[in-house]
């Protein structure tokens, strides 16, 4: 009876351990797949180390919209390319060789730029270049012709603004604030015509002040009656420059009282054709004096006093002298005139 009891209890043992291999087989089984199924290429294939792994998939596939079912295929047109798209770019100034110029490169040009100074602007004949004769007559303008009324005053001697000093003759006139221009007008010959076809010809002595307007010029009773009588008051006028064959001869110099080595002041005096500048030579060069409205270049610490000077016409002509003294209050005469235009 043992001895069967006991074959029964191995034939239900071995019955046991032949059904329990199987399901571990089977339990190992379903491990390995879901093994598989969690690796990230979702058990598509094998990857080789040899071989780039896969992108990822969120490089890969486009994502769904908001809302989309769970399943749902998202149209490739519809989804924006992932891949860089790439551009060539600009080609810098240093790349082509050819650099964009800088504001600063092109000089604004400054007024000594467009206006050059005589010094600078001779030829080899003393006479400057058109582009810088242009500039140099100022208001008054060589061949234009101006309107305006002519007044009169009592010129006494004729000695006026300019400071030329009293006058061979009364043919003289003040020039109005406006067109007097610092005393640019100084020593200008006019030739004045009145509506009734009279003219007569004088010389600038004198400013005519505010309220004089531009283009109005106030004769010496002297020169108004031979326009019209002098109870007219007032007469409508034309005038224009003119560069005259019976100016002096030669020019004179004057240094201003008080001149010396160290401060200076002097004028020209007897020119046929206005002054645009005067320069005196010093050690660094010609150098231009700056103009009062009485009509004398300064030289304010002595440069230049009593050396040579040169002179500029507003026709451009340049005109040099030397041997002119520092004598206060006295005309010099000098062998120059300039030429008749």
Same mark, same amino acid.
């Given at each position: 009876?043992?001895?069967?009891?006991?074959?029964?209890?191995?034939?239900?043992?071995?019955?046991?351990?032949?059904?329990?291999?199987?399901?571990?087989?089977?339990?190992?089984?379903?491990?390995?797949?879901?093994?598989?199924?969690?690796?990230?290429?979702?058990?598509?294939?094998?990857?080789?180390? +040899?071989?780039?792994?896969?992108?990822?998939?969120?490089?890969?596939?486009?994502?769904?919209?908001?809302?989309?079912?769970?399943?749902?295929?998202?149209?490739?047109? *519809?989804?924006?390319?992932?891949?860089?798209?790439?551009?060539?770019?600009?080609?810098?100034?240093?790349?082509? +060789?050819?650099?964009?110029?800088?504001?600063?490169?092109?000089?604004?040009?400054?007024?000594?730029?467009?206006?050059?100074?005589?010094?600078?602007?001779?030829?080899?004949?003393?006479?400057?270049?058109?582009?810088?004769?242009?500039?140099?007559?100022?208001?008054?303008?060589?061949?234009?012709?101006?309107?305006?009324?002519?007044?009169?005053?009592?010129?006494?001697?004729?000695?006026?603004?300019?400071?030329?000093?009293?006058?061979?003759?009364?043919?003289?006139?003040?020039?109005? /604030?406006?067109?007097?221009?610092?005393?640019?007008?100084?020593?200008?010959?006019?030739?004045?015509?009145?509506?009734?076809?009279?003219?007569?010809?004088?010389?600038?002595?004198?400013?005519?002040?505010?309220?004089?307007?531009?283009?109005?010029?106030?004769?010496? /009773?002297? *020169?108004?009656?031979?326009?019209?009588?002098?109870?007219?008051?007032?007469?409508?006028?034309? =005038?224009?420059?003119?560069?005259?064959?019976?100016?002096? *001869?030669?020019?004179?110099?004057?240094?201003?009282? +008080?001149?010396?080595?160290? =401060?200076?002041?002097?004028?020209?005096?007897? /020119?046929?054709?206005?002054?645009?500048?005067?320069?005196?030579?010093?050690? +660094?060069?010609?150098?231009?004096?700056?103009?009062?409205?009485?009509?004398?270049?300064?030289?304010?610490?002595?440069?230049?006093?009593?050396?040579?000077?040169?002179?500029?016409?507003?026709?451009?002509?340049?005109?040099?002298?030397?041997?002119?003294?520092?004598?206060?209050?006295?005309?010099?005469?000098?062998?120059?005139?300039?030429?008749?235009?």
């Amino acid at each position: 009876m043992k001895a069967k009891k006991h074959a029964a209890l191995l034939s239900s043992r071995s019955r046991a351990v032949a059904l329990g291999i199987p399901m571990a087989l089977i339990a190992v089984g379903a491990l390995v797949c879901l093994a598989f199924a969690l690796l990230p290429d979702g058990g598509g294939g094998v990857v080789d180390a +040899g071989m780039p792994a896969p992108a990822s998939v969120a490089a890969t596939e486009p994502s769904a919209p908001p809302g989309t079912p769970p399943g749902t295929i998202v149209p490739a047109a *519809a989804t924006p390319s992932t891949t860089p798209t790439t551009t060539s770019p600009a080609p810098s100034p240093s790349a082509t +060789g050819t650099p964009s110029p800088s504001p600063t490169a092109t000089p604004r040009p400054s007024a000594t730029a467009t206006a050059p100074s005589p010094s600078s602007a001779a030829d080899t004949s003393g006479t400057l270049a058109a582009a810088a004769r242009a500039s140099l007559a100022g208001r008054i303008k060589p061949g234009a012709s101006y309107q305006g009324v002519a007044t009169s005053y009592d010129a006494a001697d004729g000695n006026g603004a300019c400071s030329f000093g009293p006058s061979g003759d009364l043919m003289i006139a003040a020039m109005n /604030h406006t067109d007097y221009e610092t005393s640019s007008a100084c020593g200008a010959y006019v030739l004045v015509r009145a509506a009734n076809g009279t003219s007569i010809t004088v010389r600038i002595v004198n400013e005519c002040p505010l309220p004089c307007a531009p283009g109005q010029l106030d004769l010496s /009773h002297e *020169a108004f009656a031979k326009l019209a009588d002098l109870s007219v008051g007032r007469l409508p006028i034309t =005038w224009t420059l003119l560069s005259p064959g019976t100016a002096p *001869a030669t020019m004179s110099i004057r240094y201003k009282t +008080g001149s010396s080595p160290w =401060w200076c002041g002097m004028q020209v005096i007897g /020119h046929r054709n206005p002054v645009a500048a005067l320069e005196v030579r010093t050690g +660094g060069g010609w150098r231009q004096l700056s103009r009062t409205d009485y009509n004398y270049f300064l030289s304010p610490d002595g440069s230049g006093c009593g050396g040579p000077i040169r002179i500029t016409d507003i026709y451009g002509e340049q005109l040099t002298v030397d041997g002119i003294a520092v004598k206060p209050d006295v005309a010099q005469p000098t062998r120059v005139q300039f030429a008749r235009h």
